[in-house]
């Protein structure tokens, strides 16, 4: 329980609290011209944002398809649209019809409830997958300028100073080469020799 004391003592709680007084009078600020029926809807849309800006800190200590494919999971649980029980014709997050589905003991409609959620998770893990390939595709391309922009850069300072040769840890490595080569051949005669 220790390391639990250190986290709680190392926290900015005085920071940590001036935010939310700041965000929950920027809230009451956003909402006051808000009719009372769009409230609820508001306050959910407020509180989603909220929850994935906190989740998007806790993905980046994640592994990194771990910490991607987590927020792209909890998107869909929390956005993924549905209807509501009482009036189809309003939408609302499915994954509440899901918990009353189960709740009910309703298995069929807890499935159906759930379709939006796997389409918003499929598309979200699609689109992720599609960015990581053309992000490492990227920074592929990035590194291999930045490679060539390097041996350019080595080239015109080799040309600038005049230093047409090897450079000393160049030289070292071929004699190391050249050294271990002839230590090859003296060992084969040796070992021809010691054979007769």
Request: aromatic residues 8%; charged residues 15%; glycine residues 6%.
């Amino acid at each position: 329980m220790d390391w639990l004391k250190n986290i709680l003592h190392n926290l900015p709680l005085e920071a940590i609290s001036d935010i939310l007084g700041e965000l929950a009078i920027w809230w009451g600020q956003l909402v006051k011209d808000v009719p009372p029926a769009d409230l609820p809807m508001y306050a959910y849309l407020g509180g989603v944002i909220i929850v994935l800006v906190l989740w998007l800190l806790v993905a980046r200590m994640l592994p990194r398809p771990l910490g991607g494919m987590s927020w792209m999971i909890l998107f869909a649980v929390l956005l993924a649209p549905g209807t509501a029980l009482g009036d189809p014709s309003v939408i609302a997050p499915a994954s509440i019809s899901v918990v009353y589905a189960i709740m009910m003991k309703d298995m069929a409609g807890a499935v159906a409830n759930m379709l939006p959620i796997l389409v918003v998770l499929f598309v979200g893990l699609f689109v992720g997958f599609v960015w990581q390939l053309i992000r490492g595709a990227f920074e592929s391309s990035l590194h291999k300028a930045r490679s060539r922009t390097a041996q350019d850069t080595q080239a015109n300072i080799q040309l600038a100073s005049g230093d047409y040769l090897a450079t000393k840890s160049d030289a070292t490595a071929a004699i190391e080469d050249t050294d271990s080569a002839i230590n090859l051949k003296k060992d084969n005669t040796i070992s021809e020799k010691n054979e007769r």
